[in-house]
């Protein structure tokens, strides 16, 4: 989540190959009888655990774009996409790269990279899903402590990891989404946004053919509102350009996971604009609905304590099984959603 300052704010289809250890077949099956909470659940507190006290270490240098460390950070990613062989939509590399020249002048940003990865849909692979989270941080403190970002958005981006890999095992298992889903971990939010705002202006597949944006950005911690309450998130625009995704995201919340989906920040006018504070904003602007699934902000937000001790597990599993089951059903729905507002 990109601070808020005020001043500014205006501003291949058949590898089947590699069979699940449950369900050995070589053919593609019908989706619809998949239970897809059956892939919502490989989503586990132990392994977004693991990935996140990796890539919120110290090791990964607060992230920051351009920096060392978020050249480990990128690493990371395309060594996790390739050693479970999911695709990138790029011919030869997992990296879009931000050129330096795209960053304000006199910024000092380097040229950074967008991750990409991807599942191709089965019969309309040329529909597109994102689910996207921003791979960066703020960096270190002038102290040395590093900025880890464990929440901010390291989990976001080990939601997306698994999110990937949950699609993954369905496909293994001869369930391959009838759209594709592009898996976009961004650069260069903590900056301003670039990274998403360099792939809406440079986009893999074209924005017309990309349904909705479901963008995670601090999904793991509770905020001030919920000290007590660990079954809520926040759901952001929603409803902005398609009553019909709204909808959607409701009843398949209150279908499979029951989290208590809080509307207070879902206004364009609302004063903490949360809606202009994250990557899903290159999207909607651009006519793409979006969901933003947001915990709110805590004590450790843009802190050096925003360690990967804090994170409470079971909810963050629940909120990126909400995000996978809702991405499952846009990708295979009989049609798109309707965009009726503007
Ligand atoms: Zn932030």
């Not at 006199?106 to 991750?115: P, R, Y």
């Not at 599942?119 to 597109?128: N, W, Y």
């Not at 398949?252 to 899903?280: G, M, T």
Request: glycine share 6%.
């Amino acid at each position: 989540m990109k601070r808020l300052i005020f001043t500014t704010a205006l501003m291949g289809s058949l590898l089947l190959l590699n069979c699940g250890p449950t369900n050995h077949s070589d053919h593609p099956k019908n989706i619809a009888d998949a239970n897809p909470m059956d892939y919502a659940q490989t989503i586990t507190t132990e392994e977004l655990k693991d990935l996140l006290y990796t890539y919120a270490s110290d090791e990964f240098e607060g992230r920051e774009t351009g920096e060392p460390g978020q050249k480990k950070a990128v690493a990371f990613l395309r060594d996790f996409y390739e050693n479970h062989n999911i695709k990138s939509p790029l011919d030869t590399t997992y990296f879009q790269t931000v050129p330096e020249s795209y960053f304000a002048a006199n910024s000092g940003i380097k040229a950074s990279e967008n991750v990409l990865a991807y599942i191709e849909g089965s019969t309309k692979p040329d529909e597109i899903i994102i689910v996207s989270a921003h791979l960066d941080h703020v960096g270190v403190r002038d102290d040395g402590v590093v900025f880890n970002g464990a929440d901010d958005d390291g989990s976001g981006t080990v939601a997306v990891l698994q999110i990937a890999d949950a699609f993954n095992e369905a496909v293994k298992n001869g369930y391959r989404p009838q759209r594709s889903i592009l898996f976009l971990h961004v650069t260069g939010e903590e900056k301003g946004l670039y990274g998403s705002r360099y792939y809406a202006e440079h986009p893999v597949f074209p924005l017309a053919n990309t349904e909705a944006d479901l963008n995670i950005d601090m999904i793991g911690r509770q905020d001030y509102d919920h000290p007590d309450d660990d079954n809520y998130v926040y759901l952001i625009g929603s409803s902005m350009l398609s009553t019909e995704l709204h909808d959607i995201s409701e009843e398949i919340n209150n279908k499979y996971i029951n989290l208590e989906l809080d509307y207070k920040y879902d206004a364009p006018d609302d004063p903490n604009r949360f809606y202009y504070r994250s990557d899903h904003y290159n999207f909607a602007k651009n006519g793409v609905p979006v969901i933003f699934y947001f915990n709110g902000v805590h004590d450790d937000y843009h802190q050096v304590s925003d360690t990967p001790d804090k994170i409470n597990y079971p909810l963050l599993a629940k909120r990126a099984k909400l995000v996978f089951l809702t991405a499952w059903e846009l990708a295979n729905r009989p049609e798109r959603i309707v965009v009726d507002k503007k």
